[in-house]
């Protein structure tokens, strides 16, 4: 059997990816848009909480948002519908965004408003999945997720790597804690656990509690992107 070639495949579409991803970030830069990559488990609130965020910061920035499905285009018609900037992204079957697909999503918003004002802040609305989104670099400027309190305290011990890649964590539907065995201590344990980095935010947004916070949090990392850019802060 010595004769046999042995291809790593996967090694390969990581590389190719990865090469695409550093692109897309360079194009960004040079556009001026701060890209963040949103994941999540499907029903966590991906969609409810950037609409929460987008009415809570669309007078202060020029927001747009890439929906990531498998099928349908009842997210993106719910952000539209919001005010902003929309465009919807399939995926033909595959659980997750690679930076290929980001680079589609990016021309066809170009596309669709060749004259529109330059996106201060993109939200990349992945496909729900906590498993798949977290292996494959999306080009994003930076990556967040969504852990909801009915999914339980345990999952960054039981999916690890989605905890590692993320600049924060969002602690959604805290409205529902009385109804669950979620321990918001022992989650946050959880998280810094497998990512000391990573800032950790409470949230409902159903009621609207964390979302100033969640706000401040990408105004300060929208400055420190453009800072690290060399472009020139507006007040």
Known sequence: ??????????????EDNDRKADEVRAGLRQRGTYLLNLMSSPGSGKTTTL???????????????????????????????????????????????????????????????????????????????????????????????????PEGDDKPLKYPLMFNICDVVLINKIDTLPMFDFDMERAIDNIRMRNPRATVIPV????????????AWLREHLRAWRASSGETQAS
């Open 1 to 14: 059997m010595s004769d046999v070639r042995i291809l790593e495949v996967k090694q390969s579409i990581f």
């Open 51 to 149: 609409l929460r965020t987008i009415g809570a910061l669309r007078d202060e920035l020029s927001i747009a948002v890439m929906e990531a499905d498998i099928d349908s285009d009842i997210d993106a018609q719910a952000i539209a519908r919001a005010g902003v900037r929309a465009i919807q992204l399939h995926t033909g079957g595959m659980c997750h965004l690679d930076a290929y697909m980001t680079a589609e999503g990016l021309q066809g918003m170009d596309e669709d408003e060749p004259h529109a004002k330059p996106v201060d802040l993109a939200f990349l609305e992945n496909v729900g999945n906590l498993v798949c989104p977290a292996e494959f670099d999306t080009g994003a400027s930076g990556n967040a997720m969504i852990l909801s309190v």
């Open 204 to 215: 409902s947004a159903k009621t609207g509690e964390g979302i100033d916070q969640w706000c």
